[in-house]
């Protein structure tokens, strides 16, 4: 029983010394969280231009009606998955990963296919949107970096001895991150 109490004292002295650091996981927390909005808003900005794109598109060519359904329906699925800051697990983090992809594939598809049409390339309107819409996905890439970076240091904050305790014990999971999409390793294809 002595063992056990001076194993105890000890246990409370090292974690006072060391403090819980419960106010520094809360801080990390909201971070993520911050983070996290930065990143959604990023994604909404994207999400409002795709509306304007397509309707430029639709006004300027006789265009591919399935290419544009594609875009239309991939949007409306992206912008319905919507995630807050207490749900970013790794497999929440990869549907909705999912979804933003599929809207930047039909988004790629559409402005590959936009570029076959003289009459709309020189739209003053299209060529801005276009340019919106890259700067967006840049946004998009930044973001989707400086979440990750602030996640890596939240997830190994609360993984690090003896705050590994005080984390479980209060209610703090690992965060999930951004991955990057399959196949991205490999470079597209570009025929001329």
Do not use: H
């Not at 949007?75 to 919507?82: D, F, L, N």
């Not at 602030?150 to 991150?177: C, H, L, S």
Request: glycine share 4%; charged share 20%.
């Amino acid at each position: 029983m002595k063992k056990l109490l001076l194993y105890l004292v000890g246990f409370v002295i090292l974690a006072s010394q060391s403090s819980c650091g419960y106010n520094d996981m809360v801080q990390k927390d909201e971070q993520v969280s911050s983070q996290w909005a930065q990143v959604q808003n990023s994604y909404q900005r994207r999400a409002d231009l795709v509306p304007n794109l397509v309707n430029t598109v639709k006004g300027a060519a006789n265009f591919e009606k399935e290419t544009l359904t594609q875009v239309i329906e991939a949007r409306a699925k992206a912008t319905s998955i919507q995630l807050n800051a207490d749900q970013l697990t790794p497999e929440n983090m990869e549907k909705f990963q999912a979804a933003q992809s599929q809207l930047s594939g039909s988004l790629s598809r559409l402005m590959a296919t936009a570029e076959a049409y003289p009459d709309l390339k020189a739209n003053q309107n299209f060529l801005e949107l276009q340019a919106q819409l890259e700067g967006t996905e840049n946004r998009i890439s930044v973001e989707r970096q400086k979440f990750n970076t602030t996640v890596q240091d939240y997830n190994t904050y609360i993984r690090a001895f003896p705050r590994n305790f005080f984390a479980g014990w209060f209610g703090f999971e690992k965060k999930g991150y951004f991955q990057a999409d399959a196949g991205a390793q490999n470079a597209p294809t570009v025929q001329f």
